[in-house]
């Protein structure tokens, strides 16, 4: 029997228990903990109406390792999939080697304090993973996660001299909101609003948040108009290809989202310093997550359609070719499978995909990896056959821009 502890009741954790309950061979056990144990008993009554398939529950402070080492142990589980916010990375991390589990979580660690997007504090667990014979892996989401799995695919088929990289999320989507985001407001809101990083000759360019501006023709979304950013799987990626010499991120946004960014930015409710008020200490962005819609219920309204992918451009025997992987995900189309709208499936699903790797020996070694550091091709056939289908075509030249 594999038991398997699924951490963050948030909608990337009701997606993933809800893909695992359909794989019943490979997650025999499913343990769901929160710090809101009412929000885990809620997805287990969803899990089973719609799967037929019994989850356990419990409430856990994941920011307290040594009670998470205890529910480990107490749930036997082999496997930790941490979907929680990313400050608990290493709190959870912690835990899994008091607690001899291996672990796996779809985004790099931050400290509270500061917009920081590194892989330095988990590569650090390298040694601590190995000597325990653990795994650690990191970034199993669509980017990172996806996309990572999307570049060693390229390198293994389709051009062997990569020169440059880019990165491509497009949520074509409408959720009828003024302003909402489609994930945790207060990771979204620091990610936005943290200074643009792209990789160019071996070193890393800085440019002030949401400056650079290119419109692209997604695949049945359109034209949108997308911005540099920096994103984590950059960091692994120029790491781990030492080849690429050129890696760019890229989002869309709508006028009207960056139009009330630039309110909230400039009154101040983005900030993570705290302020006094009425003798309280509080932290304006966290204020603001409390106000704004709760991601997990934009699902039932949102249409259209998400487009992420890999533009990738070199040589391959000689020619010179471009590369373009990517999926569609229909908003719609997730809220009926799972209840979830298609940002929330796009990380979830690839969460569940790179714990059946694991639990199935797919997948295996000990230390702490990224996801391009593992054979492509049983990821990609399950992505396939568990609801993200992706595709690939080969322009005729590489991106103008």
Known sequence: MTKTLVIGAGGVGSVAVHKMAMLPDIFTDITLA???????????????????????????????????????????????????????????????????????????????????????????YQEKFAKQGLMALL????????????????????????????????????????????????????EVTAPSRHWQDKKWIETPALTTKQNFDFPEVGARNMYLMYHEELESLVTHFPEIERARFWMTFGDAYLKHLEVLQNVGMTSIEPVIYEGQEIIPLQFLKAVLPNPGDLGKTTTGKTCIGTIISGSDNGQDKTAYIYNICDHEACFKEVGSQAVSYTTGVPAMIGAAMMLGGKWR?????????????????MLNQHGLPWQYVMLEKPLAF
């Open 139 to 190: 970034g199993s989401g669509f980017d990172p996660g996806v996309t990572n799995v999307f570049t060693a695919y390229t390198k293994k088929y389709l051009i062997a001299d990569m020169r440059t990289l880019d990165i491509l999320d497009c949520n074509g989507g409408d959720h009828g909101q003024h302003f909402a985001t489609n994930f945790n407001p207060e990771i979204n809101i620091r």
């Open 34 to 124: 929160s710090r809101r144990q009412f929000k885990c008993d809620e997805i287990a009554g969803s899990v089973l109406e719609r799967t037929g398939v019994s989850i356990k529950t419990a409430r856990i402070d994941a920011d307290d390792a040594d009670a998470t080492a205890r529910l480990i142990q107490a749930c036997g589980a082999k496997l930790v999939v941490n979907l929680a916010l990313p400050y608990q990375d290493l709190s959870i991390m912690d835990a899994c080697l008091m607690a001899g589990a291996d672990y796996l979580d779809t985004a790099n660690y931050e400290p509270p304090e500061e917009a920081k997007f590194e892989y330095s504090w988990q590569w650090a």
């Open 365 to 381: 070694g000990e230390g702490v990896f990224n996801m391009e550091q593992f054979d492509p091709d049983p990821f990609m056939d």
